[in-house]
Nanobody, 124 residues
Framework: QVQLVESGGGFVQAGDSLRLSCAAS????????VGWFRQAPGKDRDFLVA????????YYSGSVKGRFTISRDNSKNTVYLQMNSLKPEDTAVYYC?????????????????WGQGTQVSVSS
């Protein structure tokens, strides 16, 4: 079992950057693929990007490819989401999630462990 805690959200201007962190408890963090999702008010929770257990493989949704970068440091039990060129439409609560069964899960239903979320607000 793994517990996840997101941090790094905040209020920024359009064009700014933020780096989100997803810190995990437990000694087997390297056994989990990790994904980032976001949910804007009144909308579904959307998949953004996933990273494999070793960090050697990643998969991005089209909405963030080229602007967001996922990485992980298994020695620190942490996954990062670097977000550049932020837009007002990136405003949402951002969640990280973990899955031990698949190499690159891309669907919300594939993830069994979730953090509590961190708010990102981007003004124009």
């Amino acid at each position: 079992q793994v517990q996840l805690v997101e941090s790094g959200g905040g209020f920024v201007q359009a064009g700014d950057s933020l780096r989100l962190s997803c810190a995990a408890s437990g000694r087997t963090f390297s056994s989990y693929a990790v994904g980032w999702f976001r949910q804007a008010p009144g909308k579904d929770r959307d998949f953004l990007v996933a990273i494999s257990r070793s960090g050697g493989s990643t998969y991005y949704s089209g909405s963030v490819k080229g602007r967001f970068t996922i990485s992980r440091d298994n020695s620190k039990n942490t996954v990062y989401l670097q977000m550049n060129s932020l837009k007002p439409e990136d405003t949402a609560v951002y969640y990280c999630a973990a899955d031990s069964k698949r190499s690159l899960p891309t669907s919300r239903t594939m993830y069994g462990y979730w953090g509590q979320g961190t708010q990102v607000s981007v003004s124009s």
